[in-house]
């Protein structure tokens, strides 16, 4: 969309405007200097969006875009003649939208054909050639993305409409909600190719990062999870605030010309399916141009879906198979379509990530919070690689909206990371000896009566000395994602507290290793090994020491804008609650219980206790010694590590001062590559300026940091 030339100017207009704006405000004399100020601005503002939104690759601070941003509102306000119909400013609702309107699509939105196996695309490309008359043909390969799908229409240049999918036929009519994502250009110069309407087809999407702070949020909150993010981009397209649409990370796939008018005598520029996703990838839209491929034969399509299938994971979004097009758009116009599916396209489904089980009984446990969870029971089933037999239920309200019973055949699904979900029963295979789950009253480890809150779905047992609630804090404490004590789990937990070796938290480091030598299963080794692991945490990062005290509301996300915001973890105690809101992603429900946890006596005590056994409360980047040795170098990980973790060689980077990034770009300075490495291996590998290391590399580069750092 942006030549190199244009991304120098604009990017050096950006700074221009900034730098005016910090003299002064935004002010004008006279209606043609605002308009051309407003013009500069609103140019500035859509190619950043571009970068940040298309290519992940932003070049601008939040801050430095907040400002370009909100002094463009402010021209506008006290020049509203200078207001575009594309201005970045007329995305933002003001209102809720009460209704959806159905709405016909310009060309019906027909499914795909889909297979299952190799044999399933031998057959379809027999019939492909058959039709065609041609001996071997050739076809685009592309992620058959999971989302939500939507249409398009650009009527002179400008986006005129957004629907739903709907029936395929008829959707519903969702441009101001479309307006919010930032990824979907409001203007597009279809008119350079020729085409002066175009309705264009595509889904949106969540990526998997951003969906899995969006539920580790919302597990905080204690709110059932979102199945996959597919549902979490559908639901989010029919919110009826517009600007709730705006803050949900939304992005948008563009993959399909379905229908276009040209202008008078300019024909369509485009004569094959890659050559649109090229058209729509220069005009500013999000395309599989870059993860497609095109090749010749059936054979070389099988090979593409395997190994697309293979690295699956490792792609920033969910796909659940591959498409395949047969490339030519003249012959896709003579092989035509049924009433149900177009002849010229195949998708190839991936295995399955659903498994249907039986739920046999449900078993309430109660969390650190005196929150109680329904846990289902099922039949062992396979799903994903991964055997599921517990599922949780989350809450009494989603039992009962899903109208679940004891011996129920259900619908069990996991997509990629997300945790194993119930989508629904089998309803019609009840047999009539299915019986309603019933909720308790009273708690079932302790006997208190329960309480729910108007405001939550959750029943709580409010008994502070619940045995299950001590138990679960500590459990979350020596978590692998919290102080990572791996010898000491939930078993031992347990053990050691009905023994009355560990009463609470700070009781860990106080563990009187002579009465552990007298229990059974506790040699020399395991005791050695319970002492490292002890002593390790000691060292551990403060995001993860905020994250094990087990706050309400404060996922790992949240810790790691907490730790990074203080030099010492008490400095959170003089924070209030107009402070904390003040942070990146925390609102004022998080903001009071954080502020609410550090007031409180019996915390701060538990706090100066762990200090005092040694426990590490200060952010890295204060640590006077080896932390900053890799100050402003930025790295990224990709593939599997052998010996560590990924989240363990993350830490290590910012232990020393580094940055963390999410997706390769200009701004990244070393790419780790581990085993089975990915696209994110070969984007790199074009950018001249990114060192790639592998796992040996990485951890000599640290060594020589440390040697460094002690004067060596």
Excluded at 47 to 67: G, I
Excluded at 235 to 248: F, H, T, W
Excluded at 613 to 624: T, W
Aim: glycine share 8%.
């Amino acid at each position: 969309m942006y030549n190199p030339q244009q991304q120098k100017e604009l990017d050096h207009l950006a700074r221009e405007l900034l730098r005016r704006l910090a003299k002064s405000k935004p002010e004008a004399d006279g209606e043609g200097e605002a308009a051309e100020l407003a013009g500069s601005l609103s140019r500035v503002i859509r190619y950043n969006d571009w970068k940040y939104y298309v290519q992940s690759d932003p070049v601008l601070s939040d801050a430095e875009y907040d400002r370009l941003f909100t002094a463009l509102k402010a021209l506008e306000a006290t020049h509203p003649e200078v207001i575009e119909a594309d201005s970045p400013t007329q995305r933002v609702a003001g209102g809720l939208t009460r209704a959806f309107p159905p709405v016909s699509h310009l060309v019906p939105m027909l499914s795909l054909e889909n297979s299952y196996n190799e044999q399933d695309l031998t057959e379809w490309d027999r019939r492909a050639r058959e039709s065609t008359g041609l001996g071997e043909l050739e076809y685009c390969v592309e992620p058959k993305f999971d989302g939500a799908g939507i249409s398009l229409v650009y009527e002179e240049d400008r986006l005129s409409r957004g629907a739903t999918r709907g029936d395929g036929a008829v959707g519903e009519e969702i441009t101001v909600n479309i307006r919010q994502i930032r990824a979907i250009p409001l203007a597009a110069k279809f008119s350079s190719f020729g085409i002066g309407q175009a309705e264009i087809r595509g889904e949106v999407m969540i990526n998997k990062d951003i969906f899995k702070k969006f539920n580790e949020q919302r597990a905080a909150e204690n709110l059932p999870p979102l199945a996959n993010p597919r549902n979490a981009a559908s639901g989010s397209l029919r919110m009826v605030d517009p600007r709730e649409v705006g803050k949900r990370g939304l992005t948008a796939i563009l993959y399909h010309l379905s229908f276009f008018q040209n202008l008078p005598g300019k024909p369509l520029h485009p004569t094959t399916h890659a050559g649109v996703l090229e058209m729509l990838r220069s005009l500013g839209f999000r395309s599989p141009a870059g993860d497609m491929k095109v090749v010749r034969g059936i054979q070389e399509v099988i090979a593409c879906c395997r190994e697309a299938e293979q690295r699956r994971d490792a792609l920033p979004f969910e796909i659940d198979g591959m498409v395949i097009k047969v490339n030519d758009l003249a012959l896709q116009e003579q092989m035509g379509m049924t009433s149900h599916h177009p002849r010229w396209a195949m998708a190839f489904k991936f295995r399955a990530r659903q498994g249907t089980s039986k739920l046999r009984r449900v078993e309430f446990q109660v969390g650190r919070t005196g929150s109680v969870t329904p846990v289902a029971k099922i039949d062992p089933v396979p799903i994903g690689g991964v055997t599921v037999s517990s599922v949780s239920l989350f809450n009494e309200d989603v039992v009962k909206e899903k109208d679940l019973r004891i011996g129920d055949t259900v619908l069990v699904e996991r997509a990629g990371d997300v945790i194993p979900y119930i989508v629904k029963p089998m309803v019609d295979l009840r047999d009539g000896t299915e019986k309603k789950i019933r909720f308790p009253r009273d708690c079932p480890v302790c006997g208190n009566e329960l309480v729910r809150s108007p405001d939550e779905s959750a029943w709580r047992c409010v008994n502070a000395s619940c045995k299950a609630q001590v138990v679960e804090r500590i459990v979350h404490f020596v978590s692998k994602d919290a102080m990572d004590i791996r010898s000491l789990g939930e078993t031992n937990v347990k053990k050691f507290y009905d023994l009355g070796l560990l009463p609470d938290i700070p009781g860990i480091y106080s563990l009187d290793f002579d009465k552990l030598k007298e229990l059974e299963g506790f040699g020399p080794r395991s005791l050695q090994n319970l002492r490292d692991a002890i002593d390790h945490s000691r060292t551990q990062p403060l995001h993860r020491l905020i994250y094990g005290l087990g706050i309400r509301y404060v996922g790992e996300a949240t810790a790691k804008t907490l730790a990074s915001a203080v030099h010492d973890i008490g400095d959170l105690e003089d924070w209030d609650v107009e402070k904390l809101t003040r942070l990146e992603d925390i609102g004022p429900k998080v903001a009071e219980s954080v502020h609410r946890f550090f007031t409180n006596r019996d915390n701060l005590n538990m706090l100066k206790i762990l200090k005092s056994s040694g426990v590490n409360s200060q952010s890295a980047q204060y640590k006077a010694t080896g932390s900053g040795t890799l100050h402003g170098k930025t790295f990224l990980f990709t593939g599997t590590l052998s010996g560590m973790k990924r989240s363990e060689a993350e830490e290590l980077v910012e232990a020393h001062g580094g940055k963390l990034l999410g997706n390769v770009s200009t701004h990244l300075n070393y790419l780790v590559a581990g085993e089975e490495a990915g696209s994110k291996l070969e984007k790199a590998k074009k950018i001249h300026s990114v060192i790639i290391l592998d796992e040996a590399g990485f951890l000599k580069l640290i060594g020589e940091q440390k040697k460094g750092t002690h004067g060596g």
